[in-house]
């Protein structure tokens, strides 16, 4: 089955959906992205990420391609085109087609391509039975992280450098010594008095929605929360540490650096934060 994609307005087999070569986002990474979950054919957190998008587009003075509750038909039209049933929804809008100048332009219709793929549960079930090792590097984004774009050329050296070191994420450290974020997750750490501490979210990080959600899921199992900074050395010798993310969902992280986190397994919060997840967060019908 060929995948089918959605650019401005046609839905299109893969192989022949683009973009024109002077889109913004392909020069200048002009663009703003948002990925979704996708549990049994239904959006997880569709407000809270459509939110966001509307917060990213305001951010850079972009514009909405469409209404939201037209884009809420795109997104659903993709899924069920491609028959996703447990997988992810991504959306893109770039700030359009224009001849290559710094400056914005002006009156050009923005770019939107939503795309959605499967993701295998079973495995990504697995990968959270066992936990993920994750390595730390100096952060070297720009400060406004808050805003979801598509330039993550950052956040793919990072990645490549996890892998490289046989991990599977890598969290950046900023130069005071404290964890900021992953390279697409959250970060998380818990004290040995049972805290969940994680960075505020004002600003040096995006404001995950699965990090959001698991704020609420933590309050529902009345664990203790401190919503602050933590550095790297206090990840070190924590009891437990996971990320979030909403492809991911909470996960695990059992080893930082190559140091054992806890005792080397996924942790009882991690755990059952993963457990309880899908309870709280936003299930479309
Ligand atoms: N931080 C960064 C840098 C990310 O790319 C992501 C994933 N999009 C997250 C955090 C987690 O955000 P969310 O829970 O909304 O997926």
């Known amino acids: 089955m060929s995948r089918i994609a959605y650019v401005n307005g046609l839905y299109l087999p893969h192989a022949e959906a683009g973009v024109h070569i002077e889109d913004r986002g392909f020069q200048f990474a002009d663009g703003v992205y948002e990925v979704c979950e996708i549990l049994g054919g239904h959006l997880v957190d569709e407000t809270r990420h459509i939110d966001r998008l509307l917060r ?28 996703v049933r447990d997988g992810v929804v991504y ?3 770039t700030r ?10 002006a009156g050009v219709a923005p770019t939107l391509v939503v795309t959605a793929r499967p993701a295998d549960r079973a495995k990504t079930e697995m990968t959270a039975a066992t936990g993920i090792s994750v390595i730390t590097l100096p952060e070297n984004r720009w400060e406004r992280v808050d805003i979801k774009t598509v330039g993550l050329l950052p ?10 070191a046989g991990a599977r994420e890598a969290w950046y450290v900023d130069r005071d010594g404290f964890i900021t974020e992953g390279g697409s997750s959250n970060a998380w750490i818990v004290s040995a008095g049972g805290a969940l501490i994680t960075r505020p979210a004002e600003f040096g990080i995006l404001r995950g ?21 933590f550095a790297r050395e206090e990840a070190y010798a924590a009891v437990e ?21 806890g005792d080397g397994k996924p942790g009882r919060a991690a755990r059952a934060l993963r457990a309880e997840f899908h ?5 479309a019908p």
Do not use: H, W, Y
């Open 209 to 229: 929605i699965t990090r959001t959600v698991t704020l609420e899921v933590a309050r529902r199992l009345n664990l203790t929360v401190e919503e602050r900074p």
């Open 56 to 83: 990213s587009l305001g951010e850079l003075r972009m514009a909405m391609p469409m209404s939201r509750a037209a884009l809420g038909v795109v997104m659903r039209e993709v899924v069920r085109r491609n028959r």
């Open 155 to 164: 956040n793919c050296l990072a990645k490549e450098a996890a892998k490289a």
């Open 241 to 261: 540490a996971f990320g979030t993310s909403a492809s991911l969902g909470v996960m695990p992280v059992v080893r930082l650096d190559g140091r054992v986190v």
């Open 279 to 283: 309870k709280v967060a936003e299930i």
């Open 96 to 105: 359009g087609v224009a001849r290559r100048d710094f400056l914005f332009p």
């Open 91 to 93: 959306v893109q809008v």
